[in-house]
């Protein structure tokens, strides 16, 4: 099995910083990319950074120059650095792995349970 985890979300005033973590791990061989969504209250999820094993990341154009994501692959882990943050950064934020396992050698698309960043005076 593969578990995905979420860590640092929380409340934080405008034009503040959070940082997020994402750790995978289980039957892992490769993680071909990890991506960060959100999902505002009454909105539809949607991507918010992405990094594959070997391209550059790609970032939705309204978090570019305010967020950046970053991989670790030795250690499984994709964490996201936020500054600048407004109140339309309020959101759940969503860790995505797709993962090649060790046991049937495919591919395979993992969530996290999703942690709450909150950004209010």
């Known amino acids: 099995q593969v578990q995905v985890v979420e860590s640092g979300g929380g409340l934080v005033q405008p034009g503040g910083s959070l940082r997020l973590s994402c750790t995978a791990s289980?039957?892992?061989?490769?993680?071909?990319?990890m991506t960060w969504y959100r999902q505002a209250p009454g909105k539809q999820r949607e991507l918010v950074a992405t990094?594959?094993?070997?391209?550059?990341?790609y970032y939705k154009e309204s978090v570019k120059g305010r967020f950046t994501i970053s991989r670790d692959t030795a250690k499984n882990t994709a964490d996201l650095q936020m500054n600048s943050l407004n109140a339309e950064d309020t959101a759940v934020y969503y860790c995505n792995a797709i993962v090649v396992r060790a046991i049937t050698g495919g591919r395979y698309s993992y969530w996290g349970q999703g942690t709450q960043v909150t950004v209010s005076s």
């Open positions: 990094m594959t094993k070997s391209d550059s990341p």
């Open positions: 289980g039957d892992i061989v490769s993680i071909y990319a």
